[in-house]
Antibody
Framework: QVLLVQSGAEVKEPGASVKVSCKASGYTFTGYYIHWVRQAPGQGLEWMGWISPKSGGTNYAQKFQGRVTMTRDTSINTAYMELSRLRSDDTAVYYCARDVLLRGAHWFDPWGQGTLVTVSS | EIVLTQSPGTLSLFPGERATLSCRAS???????LTWYQQKPGQAPRLLIYGASSRATGIPDRFSGSGSGTDFTLTISRVEPEDFALYYCQQYGSSPPITFGQGTRLEIK
């Protein structure tokens, strides 16, 4: 069973950093990109970027350039997303998702269960 | 940036009715890169349709996707009580690679 399990909820003060983990199981971790998507309360889905677990290469959405860092540890099949200089509008549920490429089509499946990050003083 | 506009914002139907959800792109999208997800309260999004028209494993055949170019549609032939949820379309392009529509809420009338 393919599964992505994320770390628990975090509460951070403005200006701090947060690092969320995403542990993969049930498939070859290095064979699929991992994406990060966030969802502010009552809002839609916002793509943040991806990491290639095989090479460590990344591609970040322009909005998050300079504030987000995506890394991975292949020895424990885990991807990480670190967001720095947190602001109150970074309060959101952060999801990781596996990128599947098959027959020329791309999609996300599965998704992690989500990690709520609350930024508050 | 490719902007996806979903309509309607909210769709109110009785169980058993047909649901038609629209996703319009600001420029042409390859059908291979158009995906639909369902999200229920407190849950992560769930894959429904990939490649614009292919159902994911385990998705009932009352769900179907169609369209090409800039206009895509998700249809639920007869809405079941468990189908009331949020639905998002997504495109996987080149720059930026990924955008989502703002979502359509399917609610019980």
């Amino acid at each position: 069973q393919v599964l992505l399990v994320q770390s628990g909820a975090e509460v951070k003060e403005p200006g701090a950093s947060v690092k969320v983990s995403c542990k993969a199981s049930g498939y070859t971790f290095t064979g699929y990109y991992i994406h990060w998507v966030r969802q502010a309360p009552g809002q839609g889905l916002e793509w943040m970027g991806w990491i290639s677990p095989k090479s460590g290469g990344t591609n970040y959405a322009q909005k998050f350039q300079g504030r987000v860092t995506m890394t991975r540890d292949t020895s424990i099949n885990t991807a990480y997303m670190e967001l720095s200089r947190l602001r109150s509008d970074d309060t959101a549920v952060y999801y990781c998702a596996r990128d599947v490429l098959l027959r020329g089509a791309h999609w996300f499946d599965p998704w992690g269960q989500g990690t709520l990050v609350t930024v508050s003083s | 940036e490719i902007v996806l506009t979903q309509s309607p914002g909210t769709l109110s139907l009785f169980p058993g009715e047909r649901a038609t959800l629209s996703c319009r792109a600001s420029q042409s999208v390859s059908s291979s890169y158009l995906t639909w997800y369902q999200q229920k309260p407190g849950q992560a999004p769930r894959l429904l349709i990939y490649g614009a028209s292919s159902r994911a494993t385990g998705i009932p055949d009352r769900f179907s996707g169609s369209g090409s170019g800039t206009d895509f549609t998700l249809t639920i032939s007869r809405v079941e009580p468990e189908d009331f949820a949020l639905y998002y379309c997504q495109q996987y392009g080149s720059s930026p690679p990924i955008t989502f529509g703002q979502g359509t809420r399917l609610e019980i009338k």
